[in-house]
């Protein structure tokens, strides 16, 4: 996934984020899932530099029989899951894009203990 590791190394070099990347896919995936996978991680990532004032993110990618499973984790100010569940339109994005390839997220967030999001897919 030479367009997640482009789109991460400027995290790096601007010093402004620490940044722990780990790609372990066995195999390449489905154009389609790639462009979900680039879409959802690009959307993390917004989110993280514009609302979570975080440090550091951590982004883990692998297979796992037939899922790809992506761990993607910020130490930023986290919010309340039910109140941008009404208005997160970036997380619903996300959301929807996973579910449309039959995948499952799930989050986990609170005020000032960062964000942890889990998604498998089909692959």
């Known amino acids: ?5 482009n789109l991460m190394a400027p995290l790096t070099a601007n010093g402004k984020y620490e940044v722990v990347f780990n790609s372990k896919l066995e195999q390449g995936l489905s154009p389609e899932t790639e462009l979900t996978v680039y879409r959802c991680i690009t959307e993390l990532l917004n989110n993280t530099m514009k609302h979570a004032e975080a440090s550091r993110i951590s ?3 692998r297979h796992s029989g037939n899922q790809l499973l992506i761990l993607y984790a910020d130490n930023g100010k986290g919010f309340d899951t039910v109140s941008v569940k009404k208005s997160g ?3 619903n994005n996300i959301r929807n894009r996973v579910e449309s390839s039959g995948g499952r997220l799930s989050m986990e967030s609170s005020p000032d203990a960062g964000i942890l999001v889990n998604i498998t897919i089909p692959d």
């Not at 996934?1 to 590791?5: G, I, V």
């Open 1 to 5: 996934m030479t367009a997640l590791n």
């Open 59 to 61: 982004l883990d990618i």
């Open 89 to 91: 339109m970036g997380l």
